[in-house]
């Protein structure tokens, strides 16, 4: 099947919205452009300011990665059927950890569950 080059582009178009789409989640609007401040205990330290947005694209980066590893061990020929399990578990504690997080996201279907 020859394809033409504006369905090449069509298709390559589809494909970075969809790749976009995995990898991007919308904060809350409240939280655009705002900061999160880390002040030491000891006022000689240096105190470090975090943008919501970087914290979020981290937040979402480990989501990503965390689904990657578990399509991973879930198609592993080489994992027993109880060592899948005993990994599922630890993901499935990560994202329960993660769902502290949730608020900053404005999409319901972004937000982490530990739950299937």
């Given at each position: 099947?020859?394809?033409?080059?504006?369905?090449?582009?069509?298709?390559?178009?589809?494909?970075?919205?969809?790749m976009?789409?995995r990898?991007?989640?919308?904060?809350?609007?409240?939280?655009?452009?705002?900061?999160?401040?880390?002040?030491?205990?000891?006022?000689?330290?240096?105190?470090?300011?975090?943008?919501?947005?970087?914290?979020?694209?981290?937040?979402?980066?480990?989501?990503?990665?965390?689904?990657?590893?578990?399509?991973?061990?879930?198609?592993?020929?080489?994992?027993?059927?109880?060592?899948?399990?005993?990994?599922?578990?630890?993901?499935?504690?990560?994202?329960?950890?993660?769902?502290?997080?949730?608020?900053?996201?404005?999409?319901?279907?972004?937000?982490?569950?530990?739950?299937?």
């Open positions: 099947m020859d394809m033409e080059k504006e369905d090449i582009k069509k298709l390559a178009m589809a494909l970075l919205d969809e976009d789409k990898h991007s989640a919308e904060l809350a609007p409240k939280w655009e452009g705002g900061s999160i401040f880390f002040i030491p205990r000891d006022s000689s330290s240096k105190d470090h300011e975090l943008p919501i947005d970087t914290l979020m694209h981290k937040i979402v980066m480990i989501r990503d990665n965390l689904r990657v590893l578990e399509q991973n061990i879930n198609s592993s020929e080489s994992l027993s059927e109880g060592e899948k399990l005993k990994l599922q578990g630890y993901i499935t504690r990560c994202y329960g950890s993660l769902t502290s997080f949730n608020f900053i996201f404005r999409e319901e279907s972004d937000k982490f569950s530990s739950r299937k």
